[in-house]
Nanobody, 119 residues
Framework: QVDLVESGGGLVQPGGSLRLSCTPSASLHSFNAMGWYRQAPGKEREAVAVIIDGGPTNYIDSVKGRFTISRDYGKNRVYLLMNNLKPEDTAVYYC?????????????WGQGTQVTVFS
């Protein structure tokens, strides 16, 4: 079992910035993919930014140029830097990680952190 602990959410005005952090209980090296998802009230959860080992980093179109996902192996953390935030970015943001063992996929989720962008 792997725990993912998020932090960094909060209230911010449009145009502001936040940085979300995700600290897993296992080494970052043990995951083949990590990412950030979000879920707004009344909407389905969507992938915001995903890093795949040996593959591309993918962003949902609505955040391209504003959000950046990164990994810090020294601190064993994954970050989501969010700039120029908009009211439509308001959601609960979840850290996600995948491990692959013997051909089986093991997905893990954090508890979520609220991001609210208000005028």
């Amino acid at each position: 079992q792997v725990d993912l602990v998020e932090s960094g959410g909060g209230l911010v005005q449009p145009g502001g910035s936040l940085r979300l952090s995700c600290t897993p209980s296992a080494s970052l090296h043990s995951f083949n993919a990590m990412g950030w998802y979000r879920q707004a009230p009344g909407k389905e959860r969507e992938a915001v930014a995903v890093i795949i080992d040996g593959g591309p980093t993918n962003y949902i179109d609505s955040v391209k140029g504003r959000f950046t996902i990164s990994r810090d192996y020294g601190k064993n953390r994954v970050y989501l830097l969010m700039n120029n935030l908009k009211p439509e970015d308001t959601a609960v943001y979840y850290c996600h990680a995948d491990q692959l063992f013997s051909g089986s996929r093991f997905p893990y989720w954090g508890q979520g952190t609220q991001v609210t962008v208000f005028s």
